[in-house]
């Protein structure tokens, strides 16, 4: 069980800023993933979009093992004075930094396709299922440690959010600006060496995010080394009887599909659908602006209504203005973007929340089983996101290539109209689809209401003061 030193500096803006940094760090590396990455490797090394998607969703399955594995040492780990959680971003940050740049050898495009290929999964299964992982579960386990009190855990996950945010509008606002060029036909294609350029500085970028995060953070809940001897079927019971954890595992998963099936196709629909490599930066621009605003605004407005209320009510409204896109079919690029940054709303309103949501999850655990394991619900909910990275990124790579995508044309996009066609169609109905499924979770199998929420904050508050 976990209790509370009274010894330490109070929580305040040097914790907010401390862990807003280590999403920034996280999603330098992350975020280049899931935006460039595919693009990367289908246009640059010419590996095909379905293969692209087949290595995403097998790193899946490595994941379900290594996330688990991560979430058991976490939890497993001895306390330290920088506490239970923090040692670990100081271990990992080079490791994941180093393994993130590897994923961009644009030095090996001339080899063999065997060799690329088997390149290619070896440094993403490197990066992601092992160096993310050991970094990404201690660090999201972490907000539990940092302090007990509910409204100090929901602005852990806004300035998380922040901090997501400002690395994805580096990446989603600058980085088209430079890796893309226009070729002697009027082609936008994107520039393998730039791309090594910018993996580069990301990964630096991600080391420095880090250990501000690790100087600025406090742990103040000593969550004592778990003792007792691992059981998986334990485990299981314990995931499968937790309703709450189905419920955000579902939304999350969605969401992921919604949110980045946006941000790899948005490679595709800009540049070629479009014409416009700057329609890639001004979208991401006007999006993380306003998911930035949301998330000053998010927690009251959460505080009011609730986190799940409000999440499922963005999920509604992305749904709606991305089916909107889809049956205009428009070829106005600013109509396009404006209904790309509403849509996008969906996203501010879950992604605001959703760090909250799963330390209310762990909450509503420990009510229930009178044990927290925060490692080990944070590395399932971790596994759920990255299942929807995989998803987005298998089902765009397979639609994609149903579309007609393929090395072809990539090099002349432009005579290709029908692709273009279907590629805007896939940007629009896949995140249509994910947000309304999203939404219908949060109301059907997510329990925790506020109503709910505000319950189990009470009962374990009751507890540990019965304890002094």
């Given at each position: 069980?976990?209790?509370?030193?009274?010894?330490?500096?109070?929580?305040?803006?040097?914790d907010?800023?401390?862990?807003?940094?280590?999403?920034?760090?996280?999603?330098f590396?992350?975020?280049?993933?899931s935006t460039f990455l595919?693009?990367?490797?289908?246009?640059?090394?010419?590996?095909?979009?379905?293969?692209?998607?087949?290595m995403m969703m097998?790193?899946?399955?490595?994941?379900a093992?290594?996330?688990?594995?991560?979430?058991?040492?976490?939890?497993?780990?001895?306390?330290?004075?920088?506490?239970?959680?923090?040692?670990?971003?100081?271990?990992?940050?080079?490791?994941?930094?180093l393994?993130?740049?590897?994923?961009y050898?644009v030095?090996?495009?001339d080899?063999?396709?065997?060799?690329k290929?088997?390149?290619?999964?070896?440094?993403?299964?490197?990066?992601?299922?092992?160096c993310?992982?050991?970094?990404?579960i201690?660090?999201g386990?972490?907000?539990?440690?940092?302090s007990?009190?509910?409204?100090?855990?929901?602005e852990?996950?806004s300035w998380?959010?922040?901090?997501?945010?400002?690395?994805?509008?580096f990446?989603g606002?600058?980085l088209?600006?430079?890796?893309?060029?226009?070729?002697?036909s009027g082609?936008?294609l994107?520039?393998?060496p730039?791309?090594?350029?910018?993996g580069?500085?990301c990964s630096?970028?991600?080391?420095?995010?880090?250990?501000?995060?690790?100087?600025?953070?406090?742990?103040?809940?000593?969550?004592?080394?778990?003792?007792?001897?691992?059981?998986?079927?334990?485990?299981?019971?314990?995931?499968?009887?937790?309703?709450?954890?189905?419920?955000?595992?579902l939304?999350?998963?969605?969401l992921?599909l919604?949110?980045?099936?946006?941000?790899?196709?948005?490679?595709?629909?800009?540049?070629?659908y479009f014409?416009?490599?700057t329609?890639?930066?001004?979208?991401?621009?006007?999006a993380?602006?306003?998911?930035?605003?949301?998330?000053?605004?998010?927690?009251?407005l959460?505080s009011?209504?609730g986190?799940?209320e409000?999440?499922?009510?963005g999920?509604?409204?992305g749904?709606?203005?991305?089916?909107?896109?889809?049956?205009?079919?428009?070829?106005?690029?600013?109509?396009?973007?404006?209904?790309?940054?509403?849509?996008?709303?969906?996203?501010?309103?879950?992604?605001?929340?959703c760090?909250?949501?799963?330390t209310?999850?762990?909450?509503?655990a420990?009510?229930r089983?009178?044990?927290?394991?925060?490692?080990t619900?944070?590395s399932v909910?971790?596994?759920?996101r990255?299942?929807?990275?995989?998803?987005?990124s298998?089902?765009?790579?397979?639609?994609?290539?149903?579309a007609?995508?393929?090395?072809?044309?990539?090099k002349?996009?432009?005579?290709?109209?029908?692709?273009?066609?279907?590629?805007?169609n896939?940007s629009?109905?896949v995140?249509a689809a994910g947000?309304?499924l999203?939404a219908l979770a949060?109301?059907?199998?997510?329990?925790l209401?506020?109503?709910k929420?505000?319950?189990?904050?009470?009962?374990l508050?009751?507890?540990r003061?019965?304890?002094?």
């Amino acid at each position: 069980m976990s209790n509370t030193t009274n010894k330490i500096r109070p929580f305040g803006m040097r914790d907010k800023i401390g862990y807003m940094f280590g999403d920034f760090g996280n999603d330098f590396t992350f975020i280049l993933s899931s935006t460039f990455l595919m693009k990367f490797y289908t246009d640059v090394m010419g590996v095909s979009a379905f293969i692209v998607g087949i290595m995403m969703m097998v790193a899946r399955f490595v994941d379900a093992v290594t996330d688990v594995t991560m979430g058991q040492i976490a939890d497993r780990s001895r306390p330290t004075a920088k506490g239970k959680f923090l040692p670990w971003i100081k271990r990992m940050c080079g490791p994941v930094a180093l393994a993130s740049f590897l994923m961009y050898a644009v030095w090996f495009k001339d080899m063999p396709m065997g060799f690329k290929i088997v390149w290619m999964f070896g440094t993403y299964l490197l990066w992601g299922s092992i160096c993310y992982t050991g970094i990404n579960i201690p660090y999201g386990s972490m907000a539990s440690a940092i302090s007990p009190e509910a409204k100090d855990r929901s602005e852990l996950s806004s300035w998380r959010t922040i901090g997501a945010t400002l690395a994805s509008m580096f990446i989603g606002v600058v980085l088209p600006l430079i890796v893309y060029y226009t070729d002697a036909s009027g082609n936008t294609l994107i520039s393998g060496p730039k791309m090594a350029i910018a993996g580069a500085v990301c990964s630096i970028c991600a080391i420095i995010c880090y250990m501000i995060c690790y100087n600025l953070t406090t742990e103040r809940v000593k969550i004592e080394k778990k003792e007792e001897k691992f059981s998986f079927i334990e485990l299981l019971k314990t995931l499968v009887t937790s309703r709450a954890l189905i419920g955000i595992v579902l939304a999350a998963l969605l969401l992921l599909l919604a949110q980045l099936t946006l941000s790899a196709m948005g490679q595709y629909v800009f540049p070629n659908y479009f014409g416009s490599a700057t329609g890639v930066s001004i979208s991401n621009f006007c999006a993380n602006i306003l998911v930035i605003v949301l998330a000053f605004i998010v927690p009251a407005l959460a505080s009011k209504f609730g986190k799940k209320e409000l999440s499922a009510f963005g999920g509604l409204l992305g749904a709606a203005v991305f089916f909107i896109a889809f049956v205009l079919h428009t070829d106005n690029l600013y109509v396009f973007i404006a209904l790309y940054t509403i849509g996008y709303m969906g996203i501010g309103f879950f992604n605001v929340n959703c760090w909250a949501m799963i330390t209310d999850v762990i909450d509503d655990a420990e009510v229930r089983e009178g044990e927290r394991s925060d490692g080990t619900f944070y590395s399932v909910y971790s596994f759920a996101r990255k299942l929807g990275q995989a998803a987005s990124s298998g089902l765009s790579g397979a639609l994609l290539t149903l579309a007609g995508w393929n090395a072809t044309v990539a090099k002349s996009p432009n005579s290709y109209p029908e692709v273009l066609d279907g590629v805007y169609n896939i940007s629009c109905l896949v995140p249509a689809a994910g947000f309304l499924l999203m939404a219908l979770a949060l109301i059907f199998v997510y329990p925790l209401g506020k109503k709910k929420v505000d319950q189990n904050i009470a009962t374990l508050k009751a507890r540990r003061e019965g304890k002094k």
